[in-house]
């Protein structure tokens, strides 16, 4: 029996479970609702929940875990001579799985009996011919081990779901039963199920913890690979990224350098224009400008904020790259060679950083109490000296942690860069050279035609868990900085 | 008489100067003139970031309109019976046999006669040098519509059929007399008829609503690419996004604010929520890939998939302005429930989350334009380079077999060479950004309508 | 004996340093100062007294337009400071409020050291040539606002990290420090302890012989402590104005008298 099925099971078990639940409560009781010690629907909800919830449980474990076993057990079955490497066994495996697929749809498309689909001889039929019609294509002829490999990974998974659905069925009978028991006029089912409702939430919270978790181990295992593949001192040394495309290593340079000196320019000119932009513009939104020129200049610059970055990209990509060509390409100064460059992805990127520098700055202005610029009013300074020498040396801690998260939001950006920087990985300079950065090798690295276990698509994971550290770093530094220096004032 | 009035610890008042209040000395002078440069700086900063603003917007928009225009050519094709149903039984199965070749030669007639008709000479001795000037799937076109009314063969129809893209081009400004040296496909001499024809009312351009609802095309064929699968992919992941990631984050949220004890395993979560919401999306993406595609063995750049990245990625927001809402309920109302002798569950779920609703919708609205726009952690899951060809089928379908979603589908145009794409890539944006722009302002309004004041 | 009673007289009688005739204050459309008309002696403590809301503060910030912070609050009248309408358009409010000080309710110093504190003002108006000069001035003001021998070895210490009462004495003597003619004072003890509130009225006492000094204040007692002149302001209005002896001895209005007596306020 499928998954789906059981679950459909399991639920309409847990539907009969309220109703019965709820009856025998009411019963226990004479019909008097007023004697029960919750609603009676607390009552039905308890069957179901002790009905369904262990044994959907149980379910989830099962289907994440099966798979892993027979896999295991079946790797065995493969005669050591036909693999060398943990990575071609992988692809062996795979080819067992397509054709234990492949016949197990062929049976459910009526081309196959039970019996002929189990002894079936691979010289007598044409098997890899009947698996292309059922929708699975097979790059060889199957080798007579993979198809008894195929044979007896059908019969395990056909066991083990067997299994399942019995274990399952007798853990919802199980609690059925308990739960039925249980339910009297005294039995205070709310509590029950209201401790149930609280484990919910708390999976639900915990979905946080288990997202980071996914995150670090995806990346450091797939980390450990590369370097299994690829010495990890060259990664950080080397000075070169030039990735061959016959794979598997080899004649690969895969230095972290240059992209991350692309990273940094970028995110240094981004900064160069979001910062004094936002932080000026911030200053004379909180402290010069009028209610009404804020309620119109405030949501204005916020609308920068809510566009997406593939239509900064492309504004980098189709706007602003041939305008700044115009200026300093070949017709002009003679310094860009092409469109893409520093300077485009940089001067867009801050584009997009203005309104985060802004607003986060705008807060933080806002925060200085205004006992203190009372204070300066009254010695006779002018509101520039206030500002300037009162309120930003009070709120610079807020100002630098503002600073700091914006770049860290420059260091992660990935579409502006994609289309705006270009491709070449370039130690330079001059900021109108095109020069690509961690997240756009990521993306190039893991969309590209090369093979998935090779240390060219590997290596997008050692740059994601770099990126990664990097920007948790700085939104860490950012944090405690606030922390540490906002005491200092109130 | 004033002397006495000095004792020794006031030095410092008689000696100063007593300057006139009316006029301003020097000093003041100086300090005014750098109050209205830094009041300057302030004004010009806010116009630079007005005026970038504005530079992108007209951008977007002058290159974008284009893509919502397209040029066709107004042909009166004559649907010879011999030529499309040589038996003439009308069997579907024998017209559906006659391939597109078939019709090309049909299209060149009638080409060749509207030519003829605006008096014009036609320099082009073989029917598929004219052809180049209409799109290479009208033929594809004229087949369907032949195989829908097959009593129509016979007769003479009037059909409107797809420029090709470089007559579309010439006729938005795109492409020029000098830049068609170097091209293949057309000559100054089709341009003469195409000037001359749209003189006649032949070549018309129109309003092309098959961008807004018509499937992406190959890379040759710019003028009949649309955005209608992909809109229907993002739309897939957005169901998926509002399904996954609102339920779970009120019950995150709704756990954090009202029953989390202050213990390590609470600032665990919450520290991770925090650190979350700071990651950048392609880790996300990476995230996706390991585990739902690899992992999970899901269909690569499905619907489903698109839409459980993002909702990890939207938790976070969705998390943080619930847990606002829920902080703005006053604690009077829980007080006034739990007195009553509500439980707190039932104080929580009949009375404070009601009271939050409209700052939760809120937040999600924001948090799904959020998810609307994302790209990179699509392009890790397989969406790119994918040419979202189909309609789905069914509704399962449509979140399992691989399609694409807008952001994705715009970059993807833009990746392409030909000069006609990135017309439409802007014209994708249009469309998305009026879909952002909608769902802020729906945001906007359920703010304001439901806004409480305690 | 006529001629004694005038010398007298003369002795007692200090120059006119702030002279405010017709003073109306509007915040949008509420009324708040009605028609207040005052003389405010030189070298002598004013105090500024009468319930809560009844106007005195927003008089007193009248007098170096620290209101103009307020977008919504309108002045009319006359406010002469040494015979200059201080609201002429030639004025300008930073160089007034150089020589009108203002110590608030709540001491608040600025995040700076103690030195950069006093200093700020010198600075920014110039007043100091060179360093030497700008630590004379520090310590001089230190001194005069009775704080010097408290913190002369750690200038360099936030201003923050000082006790309620070291702050507002601290104020004070930023305050002094650009050399103000007049200091204005609102509720400068509200918020400290007895103690500091003994410092600060000491300091006040030896502030008047060189600055005119108005003080708001919601004691009574601490108004009959430290003034010579007192004003009494109830809703909006001036009710009396007089020696402070006369007007906590003998008042002439009967709201001044219920006020005294604990009746109303």
């Known amino acids: 029996m499928s998954a789906f099925w059981l679950l459909i099971i399991l639920l309409a078990f847990a539907a009969v479970g309220f109703v019965l639940g709820r009856g025998r409560a009411l019963a226990s009781v004479n019909g008097e609702r007023r004697r029960l010690h919750s609603l009676p629907n607390y009552y039905g909800s308890n069957v179901a929940m002790l009905a369904f919830v262990p044994a959907v449980l149980v379910l989830a474990v099962w289907v994440v875990v099966q798979p892993f076993v027979i896999n295991s057990s079946v790797s065995n079955h493969i005669p050591a001579e036909l693999y060398q490497t943990g990575g071609e066994l992988n692809l062996i495996m795979s080819d067992v799985r397509r054709v234990a697929d492949g016949l197990d749809l062929a049976v459910k498309g009526g081309m196959l009996t039970t019996d002929e689909a189990s002894n079936i001889d691979n010289d007598a039929t044409d098997l890899r011919a009947l698996l292309g019609e059922v929708g699975i294509a097979l790059g060889s002829e199957i080798h007579p081990s993979v198809l008894s490999a195929a044979q007896v990974m059908r019969t395990q998974i056909a066991t083990g779901n067997l299994y399942r659905s019995i274990v399952l069925l007798v853990i919802a009978a199980a609690g059925f039963f308990v739960a039925i028991r249980m339910t009297s006029g005294e039995f205070r089912a709310r509590n029950m199920v209201e401790r149930g409702i609280r484990g919910l939430l708390i999976a639900a919270a915990s979905i946080a913890i288990l997202t980071t978790i996914g995150i670090v181990l995806s990346l450091i295992f797939n980390t450990l690979e590369f370097f299994r593949l690829y010495p990890a001192k060259d990664f950080f040394t080397l000075l070169e990224w030039a990735p061959s495309f016959s794979g598997r ?62 239509v900064y990209g492309l504004f980098a990509l189709l706007t602003i790259g041939p305008m700044l060509l115009s200026v300093f390409g070949d017709n002009g100064f003679g310094w860009m060679q092409g469109q893409r460059s520093v300077m485009t992805a940089g001067l867009v990127m801050g584009i997009m950083l203005i309104p985060f520098v802004s607003s986060l700055s705008d807060d933080i202005i806002n925060a200085v109490p205004q006992a203190m610029r009372d204070g300066s009013y009254g010695l006779g300074a002018t509101q520039s000296e206030t500002v300037r020498q009162v309120v930003l040396p009070a709120a610079l801690p807020g100002i630098v942690g503002a600073v700091l998260l914006a770049t860290s939001r420059a260091l992660g950006e990935t579409m502006i860069v994609v289309m705006g920087a270009g491709a070449a990985a370039r130690l330079d300079l001059n900021p109108f050279e095109a020069m690509t950065t961690v997240t756009a090798k990521i993306v190039s690295q893991l969309t590209g035609d090369s093979d998935f276990a090779s240390p060219e698509a590997l290596v997008a994971f050692a740059l994601g868990m770099t990126l990664f550290i990097l920007t948790l770093g700085l939104n860490v530094l950012a944090l405690y900085i606030v922390r540490k220096y906002r005491e200092q004032y109130e | 008489m004033t002397d006495a009035a000095f004792p020794d610890g006031a030095e410092g008042a008689a000696p100063r100067t007593t300057s006139s209040l009316l006029t301003q000395d020097t000093r003041t002078k100086k300090r005014n003139a750098a109050e209205a440069r830094f009041r300057a700086y302030g004004i010009a900063a806010i116009a630079v970031g007005l005026v970038f603003l504005a530079v992108l917007v007209s951008s977007i928009i002058f290159k974008g309109v284009g893509a919502f225009q397209q040029t066709f050519i107004t042909l009166n094709v004559e649907l010879l019976e011999e030529k499309l149903d040589k038996s003439g039984t009308r069997d579907i199965e024998a017209i559906k046999k006659v391939t597109t070749f078939g019709y090309n030669p049909l299209i060149d007639a009638a080409l060749a006669q509207a030519i003829a008709d605006t008096g014009i000479e036609n320099p082009f001795s073989k029917g598929k040098d004219l052809r180049k000037m209409i799109s290479s799937g009208a033929a594809a076109d004229l087949r369907d519509h032949v195989i829908e009314n097959p009593d129509e063969i016979g007769k003479t129809v009037s059909f409107r059929l797809l420029a090709s893209s470089r007559v579309d081009g010439y006729l938005k400004g795109r492409v020029t007399r000098e830049s068609l040296a170097r091209d293949k496909n057309l000559t100054p001499e089709h341009l003469d008829i195409v000037d001359a024809l749209a003189g006649a009312g032949v070549v018309t351009k129109a309003f092309n609503t098959d961008f807004i609802t018509g499937a992406d095309a190959s890379e040759s064929r710019p003028e009949q690419a649309g955005i209608g699968v992909s809109m229907l992919g993002s739309f897939y992941m957005m169901l998926v996004v509002l399904a996954c990631a609102l339920p779970i984050g009120v019950a995150a949220s709704i756990y954090l604010e009202e029953f989390a004890p202050q213990n390590w395993f609470t600032d665990l979560i919450e520290v991770n929520i925090s650190n979350l919401a700071a990651v950048p999306s392609i880790v996300f993406g990476i995230l996706g890939l390991a585990v739902f595609i690899q992992f999970a063995h899901l269909p690569q750049s499905a619907p489903l998939v698109g839409g459980l ?32 002798g509500a439980s707190k569950m039932q104080t929580v779920f009949h009375h404070v989350l009601p009271l939050a609703m409209p700052g939760i919708l809120t937040g999600t609205i924001i948090g799904l334009a959020q998810a609307l726009g994302e790209t990179a952690p699509l392009l890790l899951i397989g969406m790119v380079g994918y040419i979202a060809s189909n309609y789905p089928d069914g509704v399962i379908e449509g979140f399992m077999s691989p399609n694409s979603a807008m952001p994705a589908q715009i970059y993807e145009w833009a990746k392409r060479a030909d000069p006609a794409y990135y017309e439409r890539a802007w014209g994708g944006i249009i469309i998305l950004l009026v879909f952002l722009m909608t769902m802020n302002i729906i945001a906007i309004i359920l703010r304001r309508r439901f806004e409480r004041r305690w | 004996m006529n001629d004694m009673t005038k010398i007298e007289g003369a002795i007692e009688m200090n120059d006119m340093k702030i002279s405010a005739k ?30 809560s809301g009844c106007g005195k503060s927003t008089f007193l910030r009248c007098l170096n337009r620290m209101n103009d912070t307020i977008d919504i609050c309108r002045v009319e009248g006359d406010i002469l400071l040494d015979g200059e309408d201080i609201y002429d358009k030639r004025v300008d409010p930073v160089q007034l409020r150089a020589k009108v000080g203002m110590v608030f309710q709540k001491p608040n110093p600025f995040p700076k050291s103690i030195y950069d504190n006093i200093a700020y003002g010198p600075r920014i108006h110039g007043l100091a040539k060179n360093k030497a000069d700008l630590d004379d001035i520090v310590e001089k003001s230190l001194r005069r606002g009775a704080i010097w021998d ?116």
Not at chain 2, 318 to 330: D, N, Q
Not at chain 3, 175 to 200: F, G, K, N, Y
Request: charge should be negative; hydrophobic fraction near 40%; glycine fraction near 8%.
């Open chain 3, 22 to 51: 017709g003073v109306q204050v509007y915040y949008g459309d509420t009324h708040a100062i009605k028609d207040v008309s005052v003389e405010i002696e030189d070298k002598t403590v004013t105090a500024f007294i009468g319930p």
């Open chain 1, 249 to 310: 290593g080899g004649a690969s340079s895969l230095g972290l350098l240059p992209l991350l000196w692309g990273t940094l320019y970028i995110s240094v000119v981004a900064l160069l224009v979001a910062v004094p932009i936002g932080l000026f513009s911030a200053i004379y939104l909180a402290e010069y400008a009028g209610p009404k020129t804020r309620s119109i200049a405030k949501p204005m610059l916020e609308v920068l904020a809510g566009i997406p970055t593939i």
């Open chain 2, 309 to 340: 990245v993002l909702t990890l990625m939207t938790l976070p927001t969705i998390i943080i302005s619930t847990r606002a809402s829920l902080k703005s309920v006053p604690p009077s109302i829980r007080e006034a429930a739990l007195g009553i």
């Open chain 3, 150 to 265: 408290e913190v002369k070895d750690r200038l360099h210490a936030p201003g923050t990290g000082l006790s309620g009462g070291q702050q507002q004495r601290l104020c004070i003597a930023r305050a002094v420090a650009t050399e103000p003619e007049v200091l204005l004072m609102d509720e400068p003890c509200s918020a400290l302890d007895p103690i500091a509130t003994a410092q600060v009225e000491e300091l006040i006492d030896e502030l008047r012989q060189s600055y005119s000094v108005v003080i708001v204040t919601h004691s009574m007692q601490q108004a009959a402590r430290v003034s010579q002149k007192t004003a009494f302001f109830h809703l909006g209005n001036l009710v009396e104005y007089d020696d402070t002896t006369k007007i906590f001895t003998n008042p002439e209005d009967p709201r001044t008298e219920s006020y005294i007596t604990g009746r109303i306020g």
